[in-house]
């Protein structure tokens, strides 16, 4: 009864510490969960860095690690840490720390933006990467502050990307609706389909502008601002806020 009560105890201590995580995070912090739900209702945190190549996957407190020929499993508590989270564990006698902080991480490889920095520590050996799901960063609902070639005053753009790979909005008359693709080359969205009422001259112009910049996407950023950044050829952008 008492393990239980201690398995609960710790189990109760970690998600405050990923709540915590969460609110109190460094700056561009976003509203985004530090960890989805599996199949079981479980939380799981994915995370991975270079140089060396390494991945691990938390589910719950159980740590799956993978770097080079090296894998194993270890069982993992909430431990004191003056910021994020910090989780600790022991494999084979050595020292396991993992610390994660909700600040936004650029893949160093792809440059792809996700919630978390996480740092790993296996007895002297350090692992910097990033964790979380970059779709975290882009779900909700936007308002366009900037579009290439301006934008009129009164102009109501929206964008909201949900967790099915949706898109839809206002263009500033019509609605529009879409898919999106986030991959390892970065974010793509598909041709969508829009309803087809006319406005006047200056907002159609705007819609048919900024349905283009739209089509043209190729990747994705978070400024330290919290504006959403969607990034097409020469660097040309589309800047959203949250409402």
Same mark, same amino acid.
């Given at each position: 009864?008492?393990?239980?009560? %201690?398995?609960?105890?710790? +189990?109760?201590?970690? %998600? ?18 530090? $960890? $989805?739900?599996?199949?079981? =209702?479980?939380?799981?945190? +994915?995370?991975? =860095? ?77 692992? $910097? ?39 839809? =909005? ?57 504006? %959403?950044? %969607? ?13």
């Amino acid at each position: 009864m008492l393990d239980t009560t %201690l398995q609960a105890t710790a +189990r109760q201590h970690l %998600l405050g510490a990923l709540l915590m995580a969460a609110l109190l995070g460094g700056c561009a912090q976003t509203a985004a969960p530090i $960890a $989805a739900a599996s199949a079981d =209702g479980e939380t799981v945190l +994915r995370a991975r =860095g270079q140089e060396p190549s390494w991945s691990l996957v938390l589910t719950g407190e159980q740590l799956q690690w993978q770097a080079g020929e090296q894998t194993f499993s270890a069982q993992m508590r909430p431990a004191p840490s003056a910021s994020g989270m910090r989780l600790a564990g022991m494999h084979e006698g050595q020292i396991i720390e993992v610390w994660t902080k909700a600040r936004i991480c650029r893949d160093s490889m792809s440059g792809m933006p996700h919630p978390y920095e996480v740092l790993v520590r296996l007895d002297e050996r350090r692992y $910097a990467g990033c964790g979380g799901e970059p779709a975290a960063l882009l779900q909700g609902e936007w308002q366009i502050s900037a579009l290439a070639g301006g934008l009129p005053a009164g102009a109501q753009l929206t964008l909201q990307f949900d967790a099915r790979g949706r898109v839809s =909005g206002r263009a500033g008359c019509n609605r529009y609706t879409s898919r999106y693709t986030l991959s390892g080359e970065g974010l793509r969205l598909a041709p969508g389909a829009a309803t087809r009422m006319a406005c006047a001259p200056a907002l159609m112009d705007v819609e048919a502008r900024y349905l283009r910049q739209l089509a043209a996407v190729q990747r994705f950023d978070i400024g330290e601002d919290g504006t %959403l950044q %969607l990034i097409g050829a020469q660097d040309q952008r589309i800047v959203a806020r949250r409402p």
